[in-house]
């Protein structure tokens, strides 16, 4: 189940295939997807399944279908190295932008520059640099505080703690929403995650089992 608030102003959607929905400009934005991780490892001899990269597209086909957004944004780290970005990965990716009705573009990332800049743009993103305004938002990759409006931000893989005591619960991802910044979660499904140190006055959203919640910091 989606959950829906307010940002700088802004009517939002979290949704729990974790992707953030702006319903005044009709856009999507997921960070973190790391693309050919999984091949990058079985590449080099370590066993990891497949099908990662279906269940992406999966999810991601979901919440353009369910939101109808015209635009997705990736807020980096779109590739996770060159050496996963193999002749089938990358015309997966060129065939599912080339029809998937949206404007699909890239806030670059650190590994969008580790695997190649010119590399990544084959893709057929739109390519935005390290930075896009947009409205009162700031797009980029790694989180920090702009003059210029407020921060969505990836590169985190922000991830809280569900559950009582010191060592308990699960962990799950989770949207992390502070005073200027705001960080969504890894959109791969091999990426990983960080326990979050809240502060006061932040709200944090968790991601698990086809909902959304808030939690307390």
């Known amino acids: 189940m989606s959950l829906n608030t307010e940002l700088a102003g802004e009517d939002i959607v979290l949704l729990p295939e974790r992707g ?47 939101t109808g957004a015209e635009e997705l944004v990736l807020l980096g780290d779109v590739v996770h190295t060159g050496s996963g970005l193999t002749e089938t990965t990358v015309k997966r990716l060129q065939d599912w932008v080339s029809s998937s009705g949206a404007r699909v573009a890239l806030v670059e990332g650190n590994h969008d520059r580790s695997a190649g800049i010119a590399r990544v743009a084959q893709l057929g993103l739109e390519m935005l640099g390290g930075e896009s305004r947009q409205g009162p938002f700031v797009l980029q990759h790694e989180p920090g505080d702009s003059e ?10 922000p991830a809280v703690r569900l559950g009582e005591g010191k060592r308990g619960g699960l962990s799950a991802p989770c949207f992390w929403f502070g005073e200027n910044c705001g960080v969504l979660p890894a959109f791969g499904g091999f990426t990983g995650g960080r326990r979050i140190d809240g502060r006061a006055g932040d709200r944090v959203f968790a991601v698990g089992d086809g909902e959304v919640i808030q939690v307390p910091v």
Do not use: S, T
């Open 148 to 157: 210029h409006g407020y921060v969505l931000a990836g590169h985190l893989h």
């Open 20 to 66: 953030l929905f702006w319903e005044r400009r009709a856009m999507l934005l997921i960070a973190d997807w790391h693309v050919g991780k999984a091949a990058a490892f079985r590449a080099a001899g370590i066993g990891v399944p497949e099908g990662d990269l279906e269940e992406e597209f999966g999810r991601l086909e979901a919440m353009l279908g369910r």
